[in-house]
RNA sequence: GGGGAUGUGGUGGAACUGGUAGACACGCUUGGCUUAGAACCAAGUGCCGAAAGGUGUGGGGGUUCGACUCCCUCCAUCCCUACCA
């Protein structure tokens, strides 16, 4: 079947089938090739792709493709994400079964990715909800406890008193549950910790040998905290003592406070026999609050009676409860430096605390590192000098001690949700006994029509063993799914283990790619659970990731595509108006893969304007076969050259610097290059030899990004079945990249005053009496005296008056 | 509050290593084709100016023969902040 017209919806039609039919994209192992995993971050199947995905996708696409036309040996795989809230709460209000609704989006969503032409290899597909996937998670699960990273601690939850349900963060709107519109409390219960802590100092250090974006790992370098500092005892008056840690012990003359944090067991104790404090504390700890809301709360203090003695001046200090004290970092306890701390300053302004000044400064609160004032013998020191000396003085007289300590907090992966993957443990008489691989998976109970699921804990079928068993009623959070996935591609098709050989083949994954928003938690998770597999023997090497590619937000008029802000646009309209050539080649021209994206309806008819021209140019040609003509015209030379070097740059921004909208930019440019003769049928055969050249070169290229139309014209040019198309990436000719001359910028004091055609044998004193001569130049030096000449090779010459 | 980014014509963006700012597109203007429109083709298009020329990469300052690029400072927008994924 042949085309007359680029009828994208037909054509691409065609040949997505020519592709089912040879099953091009089943990755094996190989002896021969070397390998090359690509995966892009699987979605939540939501129902429809959005423009975030498909820009995604395109990006991993566009890279298989590439290295498989360089003869690698690529694995691109695809799966959902398919357990989490909106598929429970899609379950609450239709009153449906969460496993059809997931279901059916997956139908929908897979044939989204399958009409974009999307090279994947499905026979590999996971979902995170079925069984013979989380059966092998939970059996991993098992596997930690044994190693003894798993652990039971109680913590604390948003309750929705009404719904009789634990809320996400997102759920809890204004301190009211979002369906109920009840007044939000605070709850303890237990909960399952992952010792992901045990794993900080590693987690910090590979991350220098990490091909990954500087800023994703400074992000994560800054997220782990590590930070070197001090503990330090304050006795309290009835002999007991506070600890607090501080990494500025060199302010310790400053203290003229101590804070506690409401959840400190000292806080708590208080609570029970004084009404005040009790009140206090519950009103600081209403709901679980997001670090940036705490953050921007006001500060709120309460004295309490208790006193503690400095352990240098040897004055009292009044231990004040303050809402700013996190019970999770450090000891919960911090020693109040009004002077030289920004927080402590307004905490102490607020409360009319002394402020007392011990490091020169200007002005306050001054929280720069300086020179010791009013500190008695560490007077003078400079703060580094003195962090050490009072380290010692501390540990000398056994009142403290300098120590390391981290901002991560270890990982807790209880969530009390339905939709979600059974924690593999029975409780027999209250003791945890955690499920062997015999007894996996734990499923999901059904169920029934015009039913919602209601909490694991309320359906005693479930929990109910008898004989005192109960069954664990949380599931787990749904980043435990995500963090191992990528591994699990590797053995989607083994039933009889999480994992086997080939992940030695296959990992670690040589380019990740997805949105900048997992930078930290997603992130961090894979790689330790990459490292607690290790450790387990399930696979090799130190890290999941090798290369990260992170893709900027996809926008509408400036801002992210969202429901609520109504500025969403369907990617489907546009499959079905252009094509998914047209929607790809978009997606990667319009601005570089790191950068935000914004989305414009008629901008994206320039790129479909582009592949009718590309249609226009080649569909009624033929190749011309015969062997390059001895002599070729300049004209001719010309365009050979800029067929080659845009093939060279082509290969450089594909393959080094992920720079697709240049690649693009420069294909464009090669075909407005081509001299209009040459596309005459009366043209020379050595003009047919150049445009041949860059008719051949042009379909390669645009191959990863437009595979459809590429591989098409491909096969009608060359009246082949385009058999070895997709594996034959071009190679340059280094001769055609030489030049005989080039443009000389004239510039006097750094402006340009003049351009002048030079040949690369001139030498710098026959260049700088050339480009005197430039009349313009001649103007502007004019009864000037010269007083220095700059010549950079082959650019620019600058006269300095 | 903390951490990480981004800022260039009317718009998306290019300038890769400190060396011609605005490649390549979108849009717009003019012309061609057409009964008309769409599509397509050609030319022009940072700003001020008739021109010569001047000016211009968020604002201010600095280093340099030369700065979108390096340094300091300020402003604006976005992402993450541990139960959204």
Redesign the pocket.
């Known amino acids: 079947m042949s085309l007359e017209e680029y009828n994208p919806q037909k054509l691409e039609n065609l040949i997505q089938e020519s592709w089912k039919q040879m099953d091009s994209y089943k990755a094996d192992l190989s002896e021969t090739k070397e390998k090359f995993y690509c995966l892009s971050m699987f979605p ?1 199947p939501s129902g429809k792709l959005h423009m975030g995905h498909v820009r995604n996708y395109t990006i991993g696409d566009v890279i298989s493709r590439f290295k498989r036309m360089q003869g690698f040996n690529v694995l691109q795989p695809m799966g959902w ?1 398919a357990f ?3 598929a429970e709460n899609a379950a609450i209000q239709n009153k449906v079964d969460p496993k059809s609704w997931t279901e059916q989006n997956i139908q929908s969503m897979r044939s989204q990715l399958e009409r974009l032409g999307f090279s994947y290899d499905w026979s590999r597909e996971v979902k995170t909800c079925d069984p013979n996937y989380f059966k092998w998670e939970q059996e991993i699960f098992t596997k930690l406890q044994k190693k003894g990273l798993v652990y039971r601690k109680k913590s604390l ?1 948003n309750w929705d008193p009404v719904d009789e349900t ?5 759920q809890v709107i204004d301190g009211k549950g979002w369906r109920s519109g009840a007044t939000v409390e605070l709850k303890e219960i237990d ?1 399952w910790f992952l010792r992901i802590t045990d794993y900080a100092d590693e987690l910090l250090s590979s991350i220098e040998n990490l091909d990954w974006p ?2 994703v790992k ?2 994560q370098k ?1 997220w782990i905290g590590k930070s070197f500092g001090s503990e330090i005892k304050f006795a309290l008056l009835n002999s007991d003592e506070l600890t607090a840690f501080t990494t500025r012990i060199d302010t310790i003359y400053g203290v003229t406070f101590i804070a506690i944090s409401p959840n400190h067991p000292i806080a708590q104790n208080l609570a029970k026999d004084n009404a005040e404090i009790n009140e206090f504390i519950k009103e600081c700890n209403a709901i679980k609050m ?3 809301d705490l ?2 709360a006001d500060k709120l203090g309460l004295k309490t009676n208790l006193k503690v003695r400095h352990p240098f001046s040897d004055n009292n200090l009044d231990v004040w409860i303050a809402n700013y004290v996190l019970m999770d970092y450090g000891t919960g306890v911090v020693m109040g430096v009004p002077a030289h701390d920004e927080r402590d300053y307004e905490f102490a302004k607020k409360y009319n605390i002394e402020i007392k000044q011990v490091i020169e400064s200007d002005e306050l609160p001054s929280p720069k590192k300086g020179k010791l004032i009013d500190s008695d013998n560490f007077t003078g020191q400079e703060s580094d000098e003195a962090i050490k000396n009072i380290n010692d003085y501390l540990e000398k007289n056994a009142i403290g001690k300098s120590i390391e300590n981290f ?3 270890d990982w ?1 992966v ?3 949700r339905f939709w979600g993957c059974p924690i593999p443990v029975v409780f027999d008489k209250g003791k945890p006994i955690f499920l062997e691989k015999k007894d996996l998976p734990v499923e999901l109970p059904k169920i029934k029509d015009g039913e919602s699921p209601k909490p694991l804990s309320q359906n005693k079928d479930f929990f109910d063993l008898g004989s005192g068993k109960t069954r664990e009623v949380d599931t787990f ?2 980043f435990v799914d995500s963090s191992w996935y990528y591994a699990r591609f590797t053995a989607a098709d083994n039933d009889e283990k999480a994992l086997d050989d080939d992940s030695k083949y296959w990992l670690p994954v040589d380019l990740y790619i997805g949105g ?3 930078a ?2 997603h992130l961090l998770y894979s790689r330790f659970f990459h490292k607690a597999m290790r450790d387990i023997g399930l696979v090799e090497g130190d890290e999941p990731f090798k290369k990260l590619l992170t893709q900027g ?1 996809v926008l509408k008029d400036g801002f ?1 595509m969202s429901k609520s802000k109504g500025n969403t646009v369907d990617p489907q309209k546009f499959i079905d108006k252009y094509g998914a050539d047209t929607i790809r080649l978009y997606m990667m021209f ?3 893969p790191e ?4 989305w ?1 309806d ?2 994206i ?2 790129s479909y ?1 582009f592949l ?2 590309i249609w226009t140019l080649i569909s009624d040609r033929k190749i011309f076969l015969e062997e390059p003509p001895k002599d070729f015209s300049k004209l001719e030379l010309k365009l050979r050259q800029k067929s080659h070097q845009t093939l060279k ?1 082509v290969t450089n921004d594909y393959g080094e ?1 992920n ?1 697709f ?2 690649a ?2 420069s294909i ?2 090669l075909l ?1 290059a081509i001299p209009d003769s040459f596309k005459l049928n009366d043209a020379t055969s050595a003009e047919a030899f150049c445009l041949d050249e860059v008719i051949q070169f042009t379909l390669k290229m645009l191959s990863p990004i437009t595979p459809h139309i590429s591989l098409y014209l491909w096969k009608k040019y060359t009246d082949s079945d385009g058999h070895n198309f997709e594996h034959s990436w071009p190679k340059y000719i280094e001769d055609f990249l030489k030049v005989e001359d080039f ?1 000389l ?1 004239i ?1 006097v ?2 402006k ?1 005053r003049g ?1 002048e055609i030079i040949s690369v044998d001139a030498d710098q004193t026959v260049i700088e009496k050339l480009s005197k001569e430039n009349e ?1 130049v001649k103007k502007v030096l004019a009864n000037q005296h010269i007083k ?1 000449v ?1 010549y ?1 090779k082959e ?2 010459i ?1 006269f ?1 008056i």
């Open positions: 939540y994400d989490g809230l909106p939850v634990v809320l996400a963060n997102e909960q500087e800023n400074s992000m800054n997001a670090e940036a953050a921007k901002r991560l907090r807790g209880s969530r009390q959070d749904t900048i928003e997992h930290i938690l937000m992210k319009t601005s570089p950068q935000s994206l914004e414009s008629t901008a008819e320039g304007r009718k021209r740059k610097r720079s909208n240049t693009i930019a464009m440019e407005n443009q910028i510039q004091n750094g340009v351009k313009n220095k700059i950079v650019k620019l600058n300095v």
